[in-house]
C-alpha cells in the first residue's frame, strides 16, 4: 500500500495525539498540523481565553471551521482537540477526507498527563479525574464511530504507537 496522504489523529485530551502526530509525521515524511496551534495562530489567543470570551460553543464553531479547512490538505497528519468528534460535520469531513487514528487511553493516564496543564479549561474543577471520566463516557463512542483504527496510548511511547499506526495504515 502507498503512503498515506492525511491522517487524522484524534482522541481524549492526554492521549497523545500532538506527541504522536510530530513522531509520526517525522517518520512519514509529512507535514504536522495541530488543530488547536492552528487555532491560536488564527485568534491570537490561547484556547483559555477563547473559552473565557466566547465559551465551548464558541470555540467550537471555531474548531469546525479549522478542521474544514485544515482537511482538505494533503500531505499531513493533523492532531484535533479531544472535543472535535462532539460536531457531527466534523466527524463526516474527518472520515471523508483522511484515515482517522483513535489514540486511546484511560482517564486515569489522561490525568497523570494533564494535571499539571493550566491551559486546559474543561478539567479546571475541583474533580479533574472525575470530569475526565465524564468527557471519556461521552465522547468515546464518537472516538470509535469515527476512527478508521484505534490504537492505545496507555504506558507507551510515542515512537512504538507512531510505528504500530505506520504499520496499520501503510
Given amino acids: 500500500?502507498?503512503?498515506?496522504?492525511?491522517?487524522?489523529?484524534?482522541?481524549?485530551m492526554g492521549a497523545g495525539k500532538t506527541t504522536?502526530?510530530?513522531?509520526?509525521?517525522?517518520?512519514?515524511?509529512?507535514?504536522?498540523?495541530?488543530t488547536d496551534q492552528e487555532i491560536q495562530r488564527r485568534t491570537g489567543v490561547d484556547i483559555p481565553t477563547i473559552f473565557e470570551y466566547e465559551g465551548e460553543e464558541g470555540f467550537r464553531d471555531r474548531e469546525q471551521r479549522v478542521i474544514d479547512d485544515l482537511t482538505r490538505i494533503d500531505q499531513q497528519v493533523l492532531a484535533t482537540g479531544g472535543g472535535a468528534v462532539l460536531r457531527p460535520a466534523n466527524r463526516d469531513r474527518l472520515s471523508a477526507r483522511g484515515i482517522v487514528v483513535y489514540l486511546a487511553c484511560s482517564p486515569e493516564q489522561?490525568?497523570?498527563?494533564?494535571?499539571?496543564?493550566?491551559?486546559?479549561?474543561l478539567i479546571q474543577t475541583e474533580d479533574p479525574l472525575g470530569r475526565l471520566r465524564e468527557l471519556m463516557a461521552e465522547r468515546e463512542p464518537l472516538y470509535r464511530e469515527t476512527a478508521d483504527y484505534t490504537v492505545s496510548t496507555e504506558g507507551r511511547s510515542a515512537g512504538a504507537v507512531a510505528r504500530e499506526i505506520i504499520d496499520l495504515v501503510t
Avoid at 500500500?1 to 481524549?12: D, E, S, T, V, Y
Fill in 1 to 12: 500500500m502507498a503512503k498515506p496522504n492525511r491522517i487524522f489523529l484524534i482522541g481524549p
Fill in 20 to 34: 504522536v502526530g510530530k513522531t509520526l509525521a517525522s517518520q512519514l515524511g509529512l507535514n504536522f498540523v495541530d
Fill in 110 to 121: 489522561q490525568y497523570d498527563r494533564t494535571y499539571r496543564d493550566r491551559k486546559r479549561p
